[in-house]
């Protein structure tokens, strides 16, 4: 039951989000050169690939490694199996038994492992080995959602694309920017309501928040950044 409310549903409320983001974003760079605090593995990963080629197809294989696994552990497996398929025809070479090998300790790492074979044939067969950069083909391959669609999309090619996971949705329904009852129901609202120049920003920069400082028990309410733009619904113990 939401514990704060005025008549005006809080998600009709104008966002300061120059506020929101700016303040985040200092935060971001506070946490990352003072601590061992990372940003999230996928984002970790993308930049290691820079400009290159391969860069589509490391995204969304730790994306599919991620699903249900620490970051920590997501990210060694990705790079582990990534120095050893680089691209879907290595993968393939690899045979499924090599690929769950190396993506171990992953959650779900022989279903994952079956789902990147099956991803690999599909790019080799219809995409000439490249990954699309289109949601609704993204869509199409085995394992793949609307989060990790969104996250190929913003991190790998650049495009817009919101990615909502359990910290984003937390986070926005907690602050009352969002009511919603779902992470798909959270992306199609931002659509709505958040500028485009903060799409992409807004996973990196939350996933962390969430990793860090709103966590789902007990969050850090009192050292938090934005607690003027949070409505705190939903909030029971904080620290
Ligand atoms: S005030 Fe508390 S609940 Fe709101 S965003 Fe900050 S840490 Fe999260």
């Known amino acids: 039951m ?6 005006m549903r809080s998600e009709e409320r104008e966002q300061d989000w120059a506020g929101i983001f700016k303040n985040l974003e200092g935060w971001r760079k506070n946490i990352l050169s003072l601590t061992l605090a990372e940003d999230p593995a996928i984002t970790a990963v993308a930049a290691e690939h820079g400009k290159s080629p391969s860069k589509p197809w490391a995204v969304l294989l730790s994306t599919i490694l991620s699903l249900r696994t620490k970051d920590d552990v997501t990210l060694a497996a990705s790079l582990r199996l990534l120095s050893k398929a680089p691209g879907p025809a290595e993968l393939l070479k690899l045979g499924i038994k090599e690929t769950a090998r190396l993506a171990y300790p992953v959650g779900f790492y022989r279903t994952k ?9 599909i ?14 083909a993204l869509l199409e391959l085995p394992g793949v ?14 495009m817009y694309g919101i990615c909502v996971d ?23 609202r931002l659509r709505e309501i958040l500028p485009k120049r903060y ?13 860090n400082l709103c966590r789902p028990i007990s969050p850090f309410c009192s050292r938090c950044v934005i607690s003027k733009h949070c409505k705190r619904l939903d909030v029971g113990r904080s620290r």
């Open 2 to 7: 939401r514990s704060q409310g005025s008549g």
């Open 113 to 121: 492992a079956q789902s990147l074979a099956k991803i690999a044939t």
């Open 123 to 136: 790019l080799l067969e219809k995409y000439d080995g490249q990954v699309p950069s289109n949601l609704d």
């Open 145 to 158: 959602g609307r989060k990790t669609a969104n996250l190929v999309l913003t991190e790998a090619f650049d």
């Open 166 to 188: 359990i910290h984003v949705h937390r986070i926005c329904n907690r602050a009352g920017w969002v009511e919603t009852q779902s992470p798909e129901k959270t992306e199609m």
């Open 199 to 211: 799409w992409k920003k807004i996973n990196y920069l939350l996933v962390l928040y969430g990793q």
